[in-house]
């Protein structure tokens, strides 16, 4: 009973919603928005395919571009914030607890503020005039702008701005757990530093990694914010376009069809997070 | 109102889970436990001493049998409408109350007027020796005054009888044995039952009127400490309380109470609670003899002879290991009282002596429960 | 001893390392904060300290709706997430029991969803269903992926407590609903208060999903600082995104001051 509430609200309003969508993915779309009564593979078929003049199919690869992009984009965060977090986060365990704590406190503060405005924040920083390119000019080094804003480098940074809390916080966590006995014991049997991070530590905190590099990569897959600010909406990625098909395009079944599609990618992804995370479970 | 017991436990069966999984906690269970007795449950972790005093408490049901609280069914009674109280392993003192705020919470439960309240909380931080602490909180008490509160909140509702789950376990050794004169001082002081679950033999053995090994769901003997430990009935009591021998016998005469038997070619008296049914047909028998109870002769003086291999001096005892002539091997407690400065060394051949009644027949060779 | 020093030398290099990494994180908000000081029009070029964009900002009325708009569909939001969390915290966490794991799945459903997925699914069901697009659709929205944030700390709080205590409870003649009043509930307190900041932080913060259920007039304060954005850069912004970034961080020193009480509150011993 006291189940009800929390249940029927998510069923109703996430479940239910994702389900229609999935439906309207199969039906015409209607030039006003919304759906028009009746079956249609169209939106499917759009996804690879230009309808020509006389209604012949000719390959069209632009949507399949935005996806390629997209995923390129996501694995290209995910490194980059596996590369920074991890030895950030080894560096914050190996703190005394006070300084460890705060430092920890610090990496989630931007996580739970404003997306929006953290990306709005690197356009002073990117934009022309901005923090980088004004010294330049005023050095005298460029006399036109560097064009730092407005594309895939810009998105990337977005990214992996947004998402590096998530890399060093699951990190951090497999870590703090990580018995220092053993890279003793490894440097008492003859391990250097650097063994000792690859052969012990890394294997160790591998339930970590594995989480954080899942997390960044679904989040990065589905973000919206720092394409649409940092990428000012050309360089779309695969929200962008969905979006795109719900409000100006107006195209719902052609929209339901991709957000099917990312669900899909994201499901799989999900699936392995939880099985890491089920592995670290049984770890324990 | 004497003849009237505490509790009465019948019949009761006790199984988690169902299917292929399940798991019978205690079988076919009767008990008696009278009225103003400190009671013990005794048993290694499993044997099913905590389930019985949660059937007893009401926090679960038994499947089978029934549970008397003086002469009354508890059938379909909720834990807080049993007239029983419980101290808790972890104690489980409300950590968002004061002391006195812990100790009033079951009268303020049972509807008491606040000034019966406010004179049974002093009242009772006095019996626990901790009249100044009412206004503390629980986590600025340590383990052993948590504990003293959580025995002065289980007894503020004057239960009938107190459930005592294991309180000392979390205590330092120190602690623990100063608890043991303070329970059972309360324990006379109030005049309340008590019901303790313990796994320490020696806990057990020094507060309790009487003790109930348990074993694998079931009650392996019931009696008084020192029948426990001298007239043990079977060999997982004999081995759970204390240290022992056992030895193989063959039977070669009944005697009342006594049994004549042959062990190592020569003949040893032991002490027979069993009738001659409980025996096998063999007049196989097993004895158990306490280290103590061993002597160590002049060699050719004992039923057997026997070589010293090893001697551990323990302060007040020493421990000596033979080996009898026939190859097995014994255990041996000494105690470290005679000044003569004669020392039994490893090496030495002894003669090994069991005087008479020293060693107990055991009736359950063939239960497998060793 | 040349170990030793060889040692000393990298671990330097790593801090060196994170501690660029900590003016990265920041340097972004610290410029956005410092320009929303900055007396001049164009955002970029510092001429004079000034707060003079706040009080621009805070005379816009369609800001100041934007706001109002925005702590409406939060405190909502909060409230019945909260709300219907913590009752589904109190059952999933007393026993197990067949669908166990779904409703466990269900909950935390809203989290895996992209975010962009759940607003054009919620766009399509208000579509599909003909529900009118406004706050109120906002509001739904928001109390469904503020369900998981608020169950989390409740969660995790219940099963931190010692279970013997409700047992004590009952064996000192407390009926199950005086052992919830006087025992569970004040002890899940700090834990209800932990989950209802976090919902209001992620319920304030939302962008993509209130954009595509928002109706017209049902403009909060995150939409509201998108449509500026996209007009370009202007000190205004700035001063607005600096006070939300504020009210963000307010909330989660007070979720971090409570969950701190709730350890130490916790363990007893």
């Not at chain 2, 002093?122 to 504990?147: D, H, I, W």
């Not at chain 2, 079931?218 to 204390?242: H, K, M």
């Not at chain 2, 063959?250 to 002490?271: I, T």
């Not at chain 3, 017209?216 to 007009?231: D, E, F, K, N, V």
């Amino acid at each position: 009973m006291g189940l009800g509430p929390a249940i029927l609200t998510i069923f109703a309003f996430m479940v239910i919603p994702i389900f229609i969508l999935g439906v309207f993915s199969f039906m015409p779309a209607d030039p006003y928005g919304g759906v028009d009564k009746g079956f249609s593979y169209e939106a499917w078929v759009q996804l690879f395919f230009e309808r020509d003049l006389d209604d012949s199919l000719i390959f069209d690869p632009v949507y399949l571009q935005i996806i390629f992009r997209s995923i390129v984009l996501a694995v290209l965060a995910t490194i980059t914030t596996l590369a920074v977090g991890f030895p950030v986060a080894w560096y914050i365990v190996q703190q005394p607890a006070k300084k460890r704590e705060l430092l920890l406190f610090l990496v989630t503060i931007p996580f739970w503020t404003n997306l929006l405005i953290r990306a709005y924040a690197w356009i002073l920083i990117l934009g022309k005039n901005g923090m980088i390119e004004k010294p330049l000019y005023g050095l005298g080094i460029i006399d036109e702008s560097l064009e730092l804003m407005y594309g895939n480098l810009a998105i990337g940074l977005g990214l992996v701005y947004s998402y590096i809390p998530l890399m060093i916080l699951p990190i951090y966590a497999s870590l703090e757990k990580l018995d220092f006995g053993l890279i003793e014991a490894a440097h008492d049997l003859y391990a250097k530093r650097y063994s000792v991070i690859r052969k012990i530590v890394i294997p160790l905190c591998l339930p970590g990694i594995i989480a954080g590099c899942i997390l960044v990569f679904v989040l990065s897959l589905g973000d919206f914010i720092s394409p649409s600010i940092l990428g000012g909406g050309k360089k779309m990625m695969l929200s962008n376009l969905i979006q795109f098909q719900f409000s100006s395009a107006r195209n719902w079944p052609f929209g339901g069809a991709l957000t099917m599609l990312l669900l899909i990618m994201v499901g799989i992804g999900s699936f392995f997070y939880i099985r890491v995370l089920g592995k670290r479970e049984e770890i324990k | 109102m004497n003849d009237i017991n505490a509790i009465s436990v019948k019949n009761v069966e006790k199984i988690y889970g169902g299917g292929k999984q399940a798991v019978t906690a205690l079988k076919d269970i009767h008990l008696e436990i009278r009225d103003r007795e400190f009671f013990t449950l005794l048993g290694p972790s499993g044997c099913g001493k905590t389930t019985l005093l949660r059937l007893i408490a009401g926090f679960e049901q038994p499947n089978q049998g029934e549970i008397l609280l003086f002469g009354d069914h508890l059938e379909g009674l909720e834990p807080y409408q049993r007239p029983v109280n419980t101290v808790f392993q972890s104690y489980s003192l409300f950590p968002h109350m004061t002391i006195a705020e812990n100790i009033s919470f079951g009268l303020k439960m049972q509807g008491k007027m606040q000034k019966e309240i406010s004179s049974t909380v002093a009242e009772m931080l006095e019996l626990v020796k901790m009249a100044e602490y009412g206004e503390r909180m629980p986590n600025q008490l340590s383990g052993g005054q948590q504990q003293r509160i959580a025995l002065a909140r289980a007894l503020a509702p004057r239960p009938k009888v107190l459930l005592l789950d294991e309180p000392l376990s979390a205590l330092d050794l120190k602690l623990r044995q100063a608890m043991r004169h303070e329970l059972k001082r309360l324990q006379r002081d109030t005049g309340i039952t008590f019901v303790f679950v313990t796994h320490d033999q020696e806990e057990a053995m020094s507060m309790s009127d009487r003790i109930a090994v348990m074993s694998q769901g079931s009650i392996q003997q019931l009696d008084a400490p020192e029948t426990i430990y001298e007239r043990p009935c079977n060999e997982f009591v004999a081995n759970f309380i204390g240290d022992v021998n056992l030895i193989d016998a063959s039977v070669s005469e009944f005697q009342p109470g006594k049994l004549v038997c042959q062990w190592a070619g020569s003949q040893v008296v032991a002490a027979n609670t069993a009738t001659t049914a409980d025996l096998s047909s063999e007049n196989r028998v097993r004895l158990a003899v306490r280290p103590e109870k061993l002597r160590l002769v002049t060699k050719d003086q004992g039923q057997t002879n026997a070589q010293v291999t090893e001697s551990m001096y323990m302060g007040t005892d020493r421990y000596i290991t033979v080996t009898c002539d026939h190859g097995e091997n014994l255990e041996v407690r000494v105690q470290n009282s005679d000044v003569s400065g004669e020392v039994i060394q490893e090496g030495d051949t002894v003669g090994v002596f069991i005087p008479e009644l020293s060693a107990v027949a055991l009736t359950d060779q063939q239960s497998g429960l060793s | 001893m040349k170990n030793l020093s060889s040692k000393r030398k990298s671990i330097n290099w790593l801090k060196i390392f994170s501690n660029t990494f900590f003016v990265y994180l920041y340097a972004p908000i610290a410029v956005l904060i410092i320009y929303s000081f900055n007396d001049n029009r164009i955002a970029q070029v510092w001429t004079a300290f000034s707060t003079k964009w706040y009080l621009k900002a805070f005379n816009n009325e369609d800001i100041q709706r934007a706001i109002i708009n925005s702590l409406k569909v939060a405190g909502v939001a909060t409230i019945v997430a909260t709300l219907f969390a913590t009752m589904a915290a109190l059952v999933l966490s007393s026993k197990r029991f067949r669908g166990h794991g779904i409703s466990n799945a269900i909950i935390s459903l809203p989290l895996l969803v992209p975010e962009i997925a759940t607003a054009v699914a919620t766009l399509s069901f208000f579509a599909a269903i003909e529900f009118p697009l406004g706050l109120t659709s906002i509001i739904i929205a928001h109390i469904v992926f503020c369900i998981p944030f608020a169950f989390m700390p409740i969660r995790a709080r219940l099963s931190g407590m010692d279970q013997t205590l409700q047992e004590a409870g009952r064996d000192l003649y407390a009926n199950e609903w005086q052992v919830f009043w006087h025992v569970t509930f004040p002890l899940l307190k700090p834990g209800i208060l932990a989950g209802a900041i976090l919902s209001f932080i992620i319920s304030i913060d939302d962008f993509i999903i209130s954009l595509m259920v928002a109706g017209a007039g049902a403009t909060t304060l995150p939409l509201y600082i998108y449509s500026m954005i996209r007009l370009g850069v202007s000190p205004e912004i700035n001063a607005v995104s600096t006070v939300l970034f504020c009210i963000s961080v307010t909330a989660i020193i007070a979720y971090w001051l409570v969950s701190k009480q709730n350890e130490e509150k916790v363990h007893v011993h």
